[in-house]
């Protein structure tokens, strides 16, 4: 008997309905790997990520939160600290115009930190560095010719497989990002740092309503719904004298 022919995309039916990929558990895998390679093969921001040629579905985490708060402005200056793999690099040098694509805009300067080496991007300067190193604010300033604009952080540490561990120590990066922040940062800047939720931020929280006039919780679509990830967006910096109040 001859088979029907598949149905066109868009069309009503079975045919309509996108597709899962499952995977087999190979030997030597652990159950965990294979739920993760089978998530990223169902990850729709995983293809997209592929097909507009960004190097990791977080760009369009980014590229949301900027959409929802816009902080990433023609002409501006941008340091994206742990920038690897390089996914937010290339949404802030288009977005500030560091890569130079509209000639009718200011251009703008985007410079990326990180402990390992990481391909160059079109637009972006990267550093090796470690930016908790004394003197690593003034190194940034003097590269930059300048004080930052924004300042990016997606850093998460290696997960232990602790919750409570785990959310310390991304509160711990977020703290430290935040005190880079308030050395490199304009006044009117922003920062935007990545947390876990729950309830050790508090501190974090209040210093960072002292210092900026605004802070907010943003949680792009991009993020996994499962996941406990979430970003603190400050704006409205208002200036490393408002430390010592």
Not at 112 to 126: C, K, M, N, S, Y
Request: charged share 25%; hydrophobic share 45%; net charge positive.
């Amino acid at each position: 008997m001859a088979r029907k022919p598949p149905a066109k995309p868009g069309a009503s039916g079975r045919g309509a309905r996108a597709l899962s990929v499952r995977v087999k558990t190979a030997r030597g895998r652990k159950l965990s790997s294979t739920r993760w390679l089978e998530r990223q093969l169902n990850d729709p921001y995983v293809a997209r990520a592929r097909a507009e040629g960004y190097r990791s579905r977080a760009a369009f985490k980014l590229a949301e939160i900027d959409d929802k708060v816009a902080f990433l402005h023609s002409g501006g200056r941008v340091v994206d600290l742990g920038c690897a793999p390089g996914g937010w690099l290339q949404v802030a040098a288009r977005r500030v115009n560091a890569d130079g694509a509209d000639a009718g805009r200011p251009r703008g300067r985007v410079l990326g930190i990180d402990l390992q080496e990481v391909d160059p991007v079109p637009g972006a300067e990267v550093h090796q560095l470690d930016f908790l190193e004394e003197g690593a604010d003034a190194a940034v300033k003097e590269l930059l010719g300048g004080q930052a604009d924004v300042v990016l952080s997606d850093m998460a540490a290696a997960a232990s497989g602790h919750p409570a561990t785990d959310h310390l120590r991304i509160v711990a990066l977020c703290e430290a990002a935040a005190e880079f922040a308030r050395d490199v940062l304009a006044p009117g800047g922003a920062l935007v740092a990545k947390v876990l939720r729950g309830g050790a931020e508090g501190s974090l929280l209040a210093e960072l309503k002292r210092d900026f006039a605004k802070v907010r919780h943003v949680k792009p679509a991009a993020s996994r719904a499962d996941s406990a990830e979430t970003y603190l967006v400050a704006t409205g910096f208002r200036g490393s004298g408002s430390t010592e109040a």
